[in-house]
């Protein structure tokens, strides 16, 4: 996470105080209750921020707090948090486990059902995804096709694995998508929060690996075609991938695996073309008097940056010049 640092999120300040007290309760209402303990009882250097940008079931967070801390939340309750050390370490005890954070080498994972205590360092500063949840359970029992028990991660991320590389990859995409000028739209966010839980539950040890890694045999081509339907269907709002799995009445996996074999793409890149095809309609009807951003906006093409490079990388030309020539 090299690109972050300490004016990460800086248009999106929550809690900006010098006060312990103030900051274990203005944070306690922003993620859940804690004890908040300042290793100097004086609270010399004390300083708590918290930057926080928000869509449904996730959130991204900035947390510093300038001194060397201790704090216990206890068992988190209602989501997970992804912790990625940008500055300073941190000493992190979830459940039994216990995981020393620095930037670039460990990242620490919380499970909202175990206990937890942490100790920052002085200078400590940490980029933090919350993920609630009832959605890390639903997208795991999506990936699953079946109800299935807790989710409870081993608290320890490597960041120099190939895995923990992903993550940073893919938390990276966020923070662009929450600190861009004008802001993008929900759904862009809400869909990247989606797929970092499947990519945490696919690619991390858990309690629940044995029951998402058992084989189910990959979707058929009438279950293949269910799911283009319904998609087509509700391609006018948001859509999550474990909705079209829910539909098409199959684990999301064998779902994945079946759009590959029978249309060799991925449910996202299916979305995504549906959406550019409806785009391209839009900006070649007479009748259209919309601007680029809007007709997109319309086709649920929530980031317009990367929906104009995918839509000229299909048709070989970018939406404005479409437009310019119908006009």
């Known amino acids: 996470m090299e690109a972050a ?23 306690g209402r922003i993620f859940c209750p804690h004890f908040l303990i300042p290793r ?3 609270g010399a250097g004390f300083h708590a ?31 997970f948090l992804l912790q990625i050390p940008l500055a300073g ?19 620490s994972l919380l499970s909202p059902t175990l206990p937890t205590v942490m100790r920052w360092s002085d200078g400590c500063d940490k980029l933090i995804v919350l993920i609630e949840r009832q959605a ?22 490597d960041l120099t694995a190939a895995t923990g590389r992903l993550l940073c990859g893919h938390v990276r995409l966020m923070l662009e998508a929450a600190e861009a000028t004008p802001a993008v739209a929900s759904d862009y966010l809400t869909r990247l929060g989606e797929s970092l839980a499947s990519l945490l539950l696919t690619a991390l040890s858990h309690t629940q690996r044995v ?11 009438a279950t293949v075609r269910r799911a283009e339907e319904w998609i087509r269907a509700n391609i006018d709002r948001p859509i999550a991938v474990a909705d079209i799995a829910a539909a ?13 074999r029978e249309r060799a793409t991925t449910l996202t890149d299916m979305i995504e073309t549906m959406r550019l095809e409806r785009f391209r309609v839009a900006l070649t009807d007479p009748l259209e008097t919309g601007t680029v951003t809007e007709i997109a906006g319309t086709a649920g093409l929530t980031h317009l940056g990367r929906a104009a490079a995918a839509y000229r990388k299909r048709y070989g030309e970018t939406p404005s010049q479409t437009l310019r020539r119908k006009r």
């Open 248 to 260: 098409a009445g199959i684990g999301l996996r064998a779902l994945q695996d079946g759009v590959r």
């Open 49 to 79: 921020v918290h930057r926080s940008a928000g869509q449904p079931g996730c959130s991204l967070n900035f947390v510093s707090y300038g001194a060397e801390v201790e704090i216990d939340p206890g068992e988190l309750g209602g989501f």
């Open 136 to 157: 890390m359970q639903r997208q795991a029992e999506a990936i699953a096709g079946r109800a299935i028990g807790a989710v409870e991660f081993g608290t320890a991320v």
């Open 211 to 221: 029951a998402l890694d058992r084989p189910e045999a990959p979707a058929g081509s």
């Open 89 to 107: 370490s941190a000493s992190v005890r979830c459940g039994t486990e216990t995981a020393l954070a620095s930037p670039g080498r460990t990242a």
């Open 5 to 27: 640092s300490a004016a990460t999120l800086a248009r999106h300040t929550l809690v900006d105080t010098r006060s312990p007290e103030e900051a274990r309760e203005e944070i």
């Open 40 to 42: 100097d009882r004086h």
